[in-house]
T-cell receptor, first 110, second 113 residues
Framework: DAKTTQPTSMDCAEGRAANLPCNHS???????VYWYRQIHSQGPQYIIH???NNETNEMASLIITEDRKSSTLILPHATLRDTAVYYC???????????FGAGTRLFVKA | EPEVTQTPSHQVTQMGQEVILRCVPI?????FYWYRQILGQKVEFLVS????????KSEIFDDQFSVERPDGSNFTLKIRSTKLEDSAMYFC???????????FGPGTRLTVL
């Protein structure tokens, strides 16, 4: 699995968009970009994933650059409950393990 | 919305004792996983299970660990003789027929005294 690089921590004001960057310059053509988050010590929560097109769901948007070497997770209107560690992961599909890094600790402040 | 469930939420045991952690994956999922997270550290992969056999395991998953799908709904992780360093959150996950997105359970906190 390709390695990802994320900032250690970020702050965001409540109600504003949170933009979390991720670099994955060694990503392979068959690897997807996945985002999970972990609130306190709860189980990792799936947010969104994509291959090369931008994706949007009820939780977030995922913007992947054309060369696929980086991506940004966007939480459009962050709330206090979005305070969590956000993990950017690249992996192939097919039942393989998910490798978690240290992630980005997002603090949403009132 | 379907979800992975785990029991118990917290297990306390004495060193050397056997523990069984239980998971109910999402119905009709075919791939099952166990991960663990020691306090303050990263989430680590332990094992993946498909078609009633282990498909991949990490170096952490030694002979003290075993997994089983005893019936059509449960997926268990057994630690034969617990050690202090087994204290951690244990997460079960499952994924569907295309084995793409893994969905995680809430975890079991294992405390070994």
């Amino acid at each position: 699995d390709a390695k990802t690089t994320q900032p250690t921590s970020m702050d965001c004001a409540e109600g504003r968009a949170a933009n979390l960057p991720c670099n994955h310059s060694t990503i392979s053509g068959n690897e997807y970009v996945y985002w999970y988050r972990q609130i306190h010590s709860q189980g990792p929560q799936y947010i969104i994933h994509g291959l090369k097109n931008n994706e949007t769901n009820e939780m977030a948007s995922l913007i992947i650059t054309e060369d696929r070497k980086s991506s940004t997770l966007i939480l459009p209107h962050a709330t206090l409950r979005d305070t969590a560690v956000y993990y950017c992961i690249v992996r192939v599909t097919g039942g393989f393990k998910t490798i978690f890094g240290a992630g980005t600790r997002l603090f949403v402040k009132a | 919305e379907p979800e992975v469930t785990q029991t118990p939420s917290h297990q306390v045991t004495q060193m050397g004792q056997e523990v069984i952690l239980r998971c109910v994956p999402i119905s009709n999922h075919l791939y099952f996983y166990w991960y663990r997270q020691i306090l303050g550290q990263k989430v680590e992969f332990l094992v993946s299970f498909y078609n009633n056999e282990i498909s991949e395991k990490s170096e952490i998953f030694d002979d003290q660990f075993s997994v089983e799908r005893p019936d059509g709904s449960n997926f268990t992780l057994k630690i034969r003789s617990t050690k202090l360093e087994d204290s951690a959150m244990y997460f079960c996950a499952s994924s569907g027929v295309f084995a793409d997105t893994q969905y995680f359970g809430p975890g079991t906190r294992l405390t070994v005294l």
